[in-house]
């Protein structure tokens, strides 16, 4: 009786083994493994990896620009490092092809400009003193047309973006600096909300660029000067710099 229980229970054992051994046998098999990945898959990563990104459909970040103000002005200024302009913003762009998509710009800048004090002097006044300089805050919205050029991968790459865009001028100070006499190091005055600097500006331009970074040229093509003020020597139209993607 005692040998009947015992065959019984070697018998049992036996199939656990083999069941085990299965089992093991099946979940080791390549096609197994491909259905858990799959079984796995996040499809909404997916989704956004193939929409979002470089050289994707779409692709936003922000930037940083610095350039000096360049050209021919009928008010004399002093170029350089203290006529210069700073701006920050956002970009979206949306990509049509791989060699064409299109940029939109929302941005803040700020621009300085430094007055020369020689003798004739106009703008504002005539009165020369030891420094003098004009401020300009200003939102601007901006369209390009990007050209994309070569082999790039998941990357910006190299591209020309011809600009088009136009700001408020939120805005703007005028600031002297003086000696007013003996003892005294110097006196500053600024006034704020000048009425002769125009309120509305239109630009265009052209950006050269390397992933994120870029040689950009603008150019003002309206007056810096409000209408009643036409006659006012011109203000300098260019500003030659570089741009940062922070990205």
Known sequence: MASYFQRKAAASRHRMVMLTGLLLALLARPEVRAQ?????????????????????????????????????????????????????????????SQSLALNFDLGYAYQHLDLDQTPGKTVPTPTLHRRESLGLHQVYAETSLRFNAGRRGNSVGRYLDLLAGGGWVAGTSHTTEDEPGPGIGSVETTERGLPYLRRWTGTGGARLGIDRYALVARRRFTPAFAPAYAAWPELPRWVLGLEIGLF
């Open 36 to 96: 858990q990945v799959l079984v796995q898959a996040n499809v909404a990563d997916d989704t956004i990896k193939t929409t979002f990104g470089p050289n994707r459909r779409y692709f936003a970040h922000g930037y940083f620009g610095y350039g000096l103000l360049a050209g021919s002005a009928g008010t004399p200024v002093r170029y350089g490092l203290g006529s210069a302009e700073l701006r920050t913003g956002g970009r979206l762009k949306v990509r049509f």
